[in-house]
């Protein structure tokens, strides 16, 4: 067996009687069930936390236009509260609450816990429904305020 890339080096094994073996290819991603609870969840943990990752750099625009001063912190408060930057802010609540509650999951794995089917599916459950309890807690205060601006941009445009 000749090998053009030293790469194929992996691909190559060897019999017990010595003679060599194109080792076979483990199958891609497309053949797994992406919507099942286990591989759903992991990938929403990994999205929720390249999403937070983003995020935070937002939070540290706030913080850094807070101390510049008066047109800086307007700038980003102005940004922030378009509806397309409350958007981001929203999305960014429920990635921080998924995440975090998927890594409490992901602990209780860690101390041995919770692998046993019908468990591993209650915890996703929980998790799925903690994140939409705990955003929608989160941004409660500003409802009232979201409804009244939603009334009054209706009432302008009418
Ligand atoms: C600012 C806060 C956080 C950021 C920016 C963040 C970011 C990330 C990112 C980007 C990943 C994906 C890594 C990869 O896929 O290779 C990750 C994985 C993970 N995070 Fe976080 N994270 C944060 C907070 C937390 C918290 C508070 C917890 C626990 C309560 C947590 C638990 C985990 C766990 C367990 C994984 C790995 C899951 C696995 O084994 O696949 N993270 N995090």
């Known amino acids: 067996m000749s090998m053009q890339d030293s790469r194929e080096a992996a691909m190559i094994g060897r019999r017990t009687d010595g003679t060599t073996v194109r080792r076979p290819l483990s199958p891609h991603l497309q053949v797994y069930d992406m919507m099942q609870m286990s591989s759903l969840s992991s990938i929403l943990n990994r999205a929720t936390g390249i999403a937070w990752s983003a995020g935070v750099l937002l939070l540290v625009w706030w913080l850094v236009a807070l101390a510049l001063g008066e047109p800086a912190y307007q700038a980003a408060m102005t940004a922030m509260?378009?509806?397309?930057?409350?958007?981001?802010?929203?999305?960014?609540?429920?990635?921080a609450w998924y995440h975090t509650l998927a890594g409490l999951r992901h602990l209780n794995w860690d101390i041995g816990r919770g692998f046993a089917i019908p468990s591993m599916y209650?915890?996703?459950?929980?998790?799925f429904i903690g994140t939409v309890v705990l955003s929608v807690l989160t941004w409660l205060p500003a409802i009232p305020g979201a409804i009244e601006w939603i009334v009054a941009q209706i009432n302008a445009h009418s």
């Not at 509260?81 to 990635?95: C, D, E, I, N, Q």
């Not at 209650?122 to 998790?127: D, E, F, L, P």
């Open 81 to 95: 509260a378009h509806p397309l930057g409350l958007l981001v802010l929203v999305g960014m609540t429920v990635a």
């Open 122 to 127: 209650r915890s996703g459950w929980a998790v």
